[in-house]
């Protein structure tokens, strides 16, 4: 039922919100350039954070101007919370979880969380009933056209039906929200972190980006278009040498439905199994010197011949991730956008990022990075 909601028509709508977010983005990067370094990840997140809330929800919470708003402090505690309580077995117990202090504080942001999704699911219910009616009343669809609605998932999970034509009920559809919420901001910006550490480390690979957005957008300052992204080929390899280096989802579990053997070694079916992607995409042999950043390794003819699972930042097989293109075409629009303004540098090394898998892999100490502006035609 959900995956239609992705489908490409969709997608592109949701090119214009990216658009929209990238450019505020570049807006507050600008008091950085030819400054002192700088730790660029809570930019990223709350760019993140507004494509995602105007995407699933079609509300703008303008993260990206007030990172005090109610709301986003209530992603974020939730976010701590939760991790905090995956470390301490003794916040486990439901009915203990309420008498310390983090208990008390996760239902309260649950709350907020939860109100906030009651509130849009509430409206858009409204709104659809609403241009029901008016269709009903024969409103001439010229009428409607000339407003241009701006579609979001919730939207379709609105319109969402099953084989037997049933709906979601409306629990369905806010924890989907909710999922879509988490899933859909975290991933994504912790991806285009990590991507950014590189190419700005990776000063060769950011000039070969360069030259490519110099080639598709010459001196323009437009938006980004469909068919731009699909053009942007080594930027596309470097995301996902980024995501092999450090795949923002640093392992998954199932539980095996059949046994299998592993080296000679039998696993019995119902063991649950934890598939570390961060470990399997440092193979020697399908990625040699696989410390090393080399968007090459995803051209075409470098990488015929690789096993299909050799490389699974979105996970594989049924449940894998709903929302890769989405998330792609993100991380495509953003970092495009910033690149075609600015020349990202990094003194950091390696050693000094510190990753820690916890909900996402994400860097501990921060990306800390120097810009330098690029040309003052898009600016
Ligand atoms: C770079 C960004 C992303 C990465 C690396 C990523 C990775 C993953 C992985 C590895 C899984 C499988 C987890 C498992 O098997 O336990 C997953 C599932 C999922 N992802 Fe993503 N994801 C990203 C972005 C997104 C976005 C943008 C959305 C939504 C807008 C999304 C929605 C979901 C959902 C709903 C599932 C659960 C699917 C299911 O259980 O059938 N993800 N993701």
């Known amino acids: 039922m959900l995956t239609p909601t992705f489908h490409f028509t969709i997608l592109e709508d949701f090119l214009e919100v990216m658009n929209e977010q990238a450019n505020i983005l570049v807006q507050k990067l600008e008091k950085h350039v030819d400054k002192e370094p700088f730790d660029c990840t809570l930019y990223i997140t709350l760019c993140a954070l507004d494509v995602i809330c105007e995407t699933a929800m079609g509300k703008n919470i303008g993260a990206q101007h007030n990172k005090d708003s109610e709301y986003v402090r209530a992603v974020y505690r939730m976010?701590?919370?939760?991790?905090?309580?995956?470390?301490?077995?003794?916040?486990?117990?439901?009915?203990?979880?309420?008498?310390?202090?983090?208990?008390?504080?996760?239902?309260?942001?649950?709350?907020?969380?939860?109100?906030?999704?009651?509130?849009?699911?509430?409206?858009?219910?409204?709104?659809?009933?609403?241009?029901?009616?008016?269709?009903?009343?024969?409103?001439?669809?010229?009428?409607?056209?000339?407003?241009?609605?701006?579609?979001?998932?919730?939207?379709?999970?609105?319109?969402?039906?099953?084989?037997?034509?049933?709906?979601?009920?409306?629990?369905?559809?806010?924890?989907?929200?909710?999922?879509?919420?988490?899933?859909?901001?975290?991933?994504?910006?912790?991806?285009?972190?990590?991507?950014?550490?590189?190419?700005?480390?990776?000063?060769?690979?950011?000039?070969?980006?360069?030259?490519?957005?110099?080639?598709?957008?010459?001196?323009?300052?437009?938006?980004?278009?469909?068919?731009?992204?699909?053009?942007?080929?080594?930027?596309?390899?470097?995301?996902?040498?980024a995501l092999r280096l450090f795949p923002s989802v640093p392992f998954f579990g199932r539980t095996l439905s059949e046994e299998c053997y592993i080296r000679g070694f039998r696993i019995p079916k119902g063991t649950d199994v934890i598939i570390g992607s961060f470990a399997l995409h440092r193979d020697h042999v399908a990625f040699p010197e696989p410390e090393e950043f080399r968007p090459e390794r995803f051209f075409t003819e470098n990488a015929a011949g690789r096993h299909p699972y050799a490389y699974v930042p979105f996970s594989a097989g049924p449940r894998n991730c709903i929302g890769q293109r989405f998330a792609k075409m993100e991380e495509m629009a953003i970092l495009a956008t910033i690149l075609r303004h600015f020349f990202i540098e990094s003194t950091q090394l390696r050693d000094q990022l510190f990753p820690v898998g916890e909900l996402i892999l994400r860097p501990n100490k921060g990306i800390w990075i120097q810009l330098k502006r690029r040309s003052t035609s898009c600016s």
């Open 79 to 241: 976010s701590v919370l939760i991790q905090q309580r995956q470390k301490s077995p003794w916040l486990w117990p439901d009915l203990l979880y309420p008498m310390f202090q983090e208990g008390r504080e996760h239902y309260r942001s649950l709350k907020i969380l939860h109100s906030f999704t009651d509130n849009v699911i509430a409206e858009k219910a409204q709104e659809l009933k609403n241009q029901e009616q008016h269709r009903s009343n024969a409103v001439s669809n010229s009428e409607q056209s000339r407003h241009k609605v701006r579609r979001a998932f919730l939207d379709m999970l609105l319109n969402a039906t099953d084989d037997d034509g049933k709906k979601l009920g409306y629990l369905d559809i806010r924890e989907e929200v909710d999922t879509f919420m988490f899933e859909g901001h975290d991933t994504t910006a912790a991806a285009m972190k990590w991507c950014i550490y590189l190419l700005a480390s990776h000063p060769e690979a950011q000039r070969k980006v360069h030259n490519e957005l110099d080639e598709v957008f010459g001196d323009s300052d437009r938006n980004i278009t469909m068919d731009d992204l699909k053009q942007l080929r080594y930027l596309d390899c470097a995301i996902k040498e």
